[in-house]
């Protein structure tokens, strides 16, 4: 600004407003308003002259100035702005002001805190200065009266310390006392203080003289604990001398009877008052101390030794005269034996609650070994036991009655149960034996007589023996005089029989009366006794056997039935008897599989003949060796195989079934079956019809001889599957394959003469049946068969007079009915 004239100045501000870029172009707007800004300060005319030159004059005096030159109109409007500002800014001066004269006010009021707050400082200062004066009197107090209390409990303590060191004499004085008792609450105090010393002895061992003075009240205690000891020894000696003492040898037998508890419980019984507070103080303290825990077993022993001393002799005694008296009987003398002892555990038992209060092992302990003479009494008697059933019974009565129902439910006879469980033991081993050796001789070993084969004559005989029973009771039955009569034996056989007939309806009577062959009824009988007695474990390897041996038993008398009546009787006999045991051992909750374990020789059996064709590399020194390879490999090996009864026992019925099948069908169309047989292995088909043997005339006599058969043996055959198998179902589904057969049979003669070429006139002359018709044919014959009595198959009708069938006895019919109802109890 200071470079540039006036000129330069005013030049520009020229072009502010130049026709030609202008530097400061006006809008119209401003342009107009400048225009009427020069109007109204030239003083233009207006329409009313007075109001303009009124406006002139207050504008001259309102001070504005004329402004000639652009200087003129900045230095006015500055003096605007200045003017506009100071009118603007005169409240906030006042208010600025009147800020300035608080601000005095509040220095001045400032300075009067600070001089007050110089006086509290000064205040405070002394405040705290007397303070700490007086809090440090009192903490000097407070100081002085801790020392005081610190030094009072120090002189306490060693006050109660020395209480524990001072105590041995004093206790050593009252222990030697000669008025001191063991059964008073003087001594229990006595030792109750010793206890306490000794246990303080032994919690502050770091003491200089505790090692010393815990020796000392050892000593002391162990004093107190032989005082109890011999007062304890005294009153079960003295008890014990009580009942050893000489009896009355002419006493009466029910005298010592009456007397033996009195002897031998209530001597002791009465002890027992002298020693419950002694003993109940060393349980107390046994509790929480070892060696009062150590010294109360040596009490217990103590009294068991005493008790065994009293009682073992003669419970064994009494054991011993048990046996002799009841040699014959040993389920009684078992009983008797166990009750025996039982009454004496239990007595022990209440006799040792009298001393004690807890049971111990010392109690245990005499327990089992009076227990033991059972073992020792009846053993002997056991393992020379041969009969099976008596074997069982007392299986039955160790288990049952002295394990499950006494010693698992009563604490008392627990003892008794490991003596039972350890006699049980060698008679399941002694029934085991005796099985094996039974089913040996009685199922493998037995010889059927001549009646154990007479099939089918005895169930034709036990048929007519219960239809007379049934004729019998339908007479008695109308008759109102038979409920008035005496009933013996055999009457009453006879309603058992048909009481029982009535529950089972459907029954055979050859089953209601037990006709079953003898291994099988053994076998079932064998195996319904042992399941209650044996584990399942070596029951399962026994019912394995013993179902084995049964099947070829059934096999063998069904092949010596074939041999002596028919094929037919044969097979239906081992049909009826497999499924008797496959119905029988279905109750059984066993697995009926055994492992056995074979040696395999094959790779020996090949290590052998390596080691023979390499006969120079035997002593050879490097891998070839070949002694070292017949040693390796030539090792045999375990095989394990499982046999399972329930399998074999399908697996011989299965095949039986099939044979009966297979043979029935030959019976009945025989000659068909040869001729289909013949043809099928000729060839070519189509000159069949020329060969002598396959003319329609022999064609058709071996179809008329198929239907003949099937005419005359159909009926007994089935009478054979009725009287044998006595089940509607079964005889339905056995007859079934049969029926499919025979009907397939005559399909295939009529297929053969449509594919070898056989004209109608040769199909006319066979007159081959269609299955329709067989098997309208099949019904017809067998609903003859039921409409007319007819004999089981191979069996002939006797001309002469046939002798009515006697009656079993009552003894034999109970033997097996006991036998049935042995099997059932399954």
Not at 254 to 277: H, N, R, S
Not at 457 to 464: D, G, S
Not at 776 to 792: D, G
């Amino acid at each position: 600004m200071d470079n540039m004239t006036i000129k330069e100045i005013q030049s520009r501000l020229l072009q502010w407003e130049a026709h030609e870029n202008p530097l400061a172009a006006l809008t119209s707007a401003q342009k107009e308003a400048i225009l009427d800004l020069e109007a109204q300060i030239s003083g233009g005319t207006t329409d009313d002259g007075e109001t303009k030159a009124q406006e002139d004059k207050e504008t001259d005096n309102s001070g504005i100035p004329q402004v000639a030159t652009t200087f003129d109109f900045l230095d006015w409007y500055e003096s605007l702005c200045q003017s506009s500002i100071k009118v603007n800014d005169a409240p906030y001066e006042a208010y600025y002001k009147q800020l300035e004269d608080r601000k005095e006010e509040c220095v001045a009021l400032m300075n009067q805190i600070s001089a007050t707050m110089g006086d509290l400082n000064k205040l405070s200062e002394e405040y705290k200065l007397v303070s700490d004066k007086t809090n440090a009197l009192h903490t000097m107090s407070e100081q002085l009266l801790a020392d005081q209390n610190k030094l009072s409990s120090i002189g306490d303590e060693i006050k109660h310390n020395l209480h524990y060191f001072t105590q041995v004499e004093h206790l050593s004085q009252r222990l030697n006392s000669p008025t001191m008792s063991v059964n008073s609450g003087s001594f229990f105090s006595v030792l109750a203080k010793i206890d306490e010393c000794l246990e303080y002895m032994k919690t502050h061992s770091n003491y200089k003289e505790a090692h010393p003075y815990l020796v000392k009240y050892r000593h002391l205690q162990g004093r107190a604990a032989s005082l109890v000891r011999g007062y304890v020894t005294h009153v079960l000696d003295h008890a014990t001398e009580q009942v050893l003492a000489p009896k009355d040898e002419h006493s009466t037998d029910q005298e010592t009877i009456d007397t033996a508890y009195a002897v031998y419980f209530g001597k002791f019984q009465a002890a027992a008052p002298k020693l419950q507070m002694v003993i109940r103080e060393i349980e107390k303290r046994a509790e929480h101390n070892e060696d009062y825990a150590s010294f109360l077993c040596d009490i217990q022993r103590e009294y068991t030794a005493r008790r065994h001393r009293v009682s073992g002799a003669p419970t064994a005694a009494a054991l011993a005269a048990a046996a002799r008296k009841q040699d014959r009987d040993h389920c009684t003398l078992l009983r008797t034996s166990c009750s025996l002892l039982a009454h004496a555990c239990r007595d022990e038992c209440a006799l040792y609650g009298h001393f004690f209060s807890q049971p111990s092992q010392a109690l245990d302990e005499y327990l089992q070994t009076l227990c033991n003479s059972l073992y020792e009494t009846l053993r002997p008697h056991i393992i020379h036991i041969n009969h099976l059933e008596t074997l069982v019974e007392l299986c039955v009565i160790l288990r049952v009655e002295v394990i499950d129902e006494q010693a698992n439910n009563d604490p008392a006879v627990s003892m008794l149960g490991l003596s039972a469980r350890a006699l049980l033991q060698d008679a399941q081993e002694r029934l085991v034996f005796r099985a094996h050796v039974q089913l040996r001789q009685d199922v493998l070993a037995y010889r059927p007589a001549p009646p154990d084969l007479a099939y089918p004559r005895q169930l034709l005989t036990m048929e007519n023996i219960a239809q007379s029973i049934q004729e019998q009771s339908l007479k008695r039955s109308d008759s109102r005089n038979s409920m008035i009569s005496d009933v013996s034996a055999t009457s009453q056989e006879v309603a058992n029989i048909n009481v029982e007939a009535q529950r089972r309806p459907q029954v055979s009577p050859a089953d209601l009366h037990g006709m079953w062959y003898p291994t099988v009824r053994r076998t079932l009988a064998a195996l319904s006794r042992l399941y209650r007695c044996l584990e399942k474990r070596v029951f399962q390897g026994l019912a394995q056997e013993a179902i084995s041996l049964c099947v070829q038993s059934v096999d063998s008398a069904a092949k010596q039935i074939s041999a002596n009546q028919t094929c037919i009787d044969g097979q239906l006999f081992e049909i009826k008897h497999l499924l008797i045991l496959r119905e029988q051992i279905a109750p059984f909750q066993v697995d009926f599989i055994v492992k056995e374990m074979t040696l395999d020789f094959s790779n020996m059996k090949n290590a052998a003949y390596g080691l023979m064709q390499k006969p120079r590399q035997i002593f050879s020194l490097n891998s070839t060796n070949a002694l070292l390879e017949f040693l390796l490999e030539g090792t045999p090996m375990v095989r394990e195989h499982l046999l399972d009864s329930r399998k074999e026992v399908d697996r011989q019925l299965k095949g039986s079934c099939e044979r009966f099948i297979k043979d029935s069908t030959e019976i009945l169309v025989g000659p068909m079956i040869a001729f289909i047989e013949k043809a099928n292995s000729f060839q070519p088909l189509e000159h069949l019809k020329h060969q002598p043997w396959a003319t329609p005339e022999q064609i058709a006599a071996a179809v008329t001889e198929a239907q003949r058969r099937i005419r005359t043996h159909l009926a007994p055959l089935q009478r054979s599957m009725q009287l044998y198998l006595t089940n509607k179902e079964t005889e339905f589904i056995l007859f079934r394959p049969i029926r499919n057969n025979v009907v397939g049979y005559f399909m295939q003669v009529g297929q053969l003469l449509t594919n070898a070429g056989y004209t109608d006139e040769d199909c006319l002359i066979v007159a081959c049946p269609t299955p329709e018709q067989v098997s309208v044919f099949i019904s017809s014959a067998s609903l003859i068969s039921h409409s007319e009595p007819v004999l089981p198959y191979g069996q002939k009708r006797k001309t002469s007079t046939v002798q009515k069938p006697s009656i079993p006895s009552v003894q034999e019919r109970e033997e097996k009915q006991t036998e049935q109802s042995s099997v059932s109890t399954v």
